[in-house]
Nanobody, 126 residues
Framework: VQLQASGGGLVQAGDSLRLSCAASGLTFSASVAAWFRQAPGKEREFVAGISRSSRNILYGSSVKDRFTIFRDNAKNTLNLQMNSLKPEDTAIYYC????????????????????WGQGTQVTVSS
């Protein structure tokens, strides 16, 4: 199983970025997927998660109304559109996935997710 995250970079406050995660080696349509982030010295934080069929979507409180998560099961990709970026969004962003029988569950806990990407750095300057 491989999750390959891409799209990070250095931007200014107020700018937008789109992260992508290409999944291979797993039945992506049968997995719940999510984005987490980790800033230096801080714990890994849930950013957004999406159920198998996109029926259920959850966001972390700090990104709600600014970020949008979406997936394309036909292309085995997970995406995160990030708008109105702030310096506090600076972190390494990780995509993650796990097989779940539930069609609606979206776990917020990082310990639930089995498969992880390598991370992509997002830096937002003020």
């Amino acid at each position: 199983v491989q999750l390959q995250a891409s799209g990070g970079g250095l931007v200014q406050a107020g700018d937008s970025l789109r992260l992508s995660c290409a999944a291979s080696g797993l039945t992506f349509s049968a997995s719940v997927a999510a984005w987490f982030r980790q800033a230096p010295g801080k714990e890994r934080e849930f950013v957004a998660g999406i159920s198998r069929s996109s029926r259920n979507i959850l966001y972390g409180s700090s990104v709600k109304d600014r970020f949008t998560i979406f997936r394309d099961n036909a292309k085995n990709t997970l995406n995160l559109q990030m708008n109105s970026l702030k310096p506090e969004d600076t972190a390494i962003y990780y995509c993650a996935a796990v097989y779940l029988a539930s069609t609606s569950a979206v776990p917020r806990s990082s310990s639930t997710y089995v498969y992880w990407g390598q991370g992509t750095q997002v830096t937002v300057s003020s």
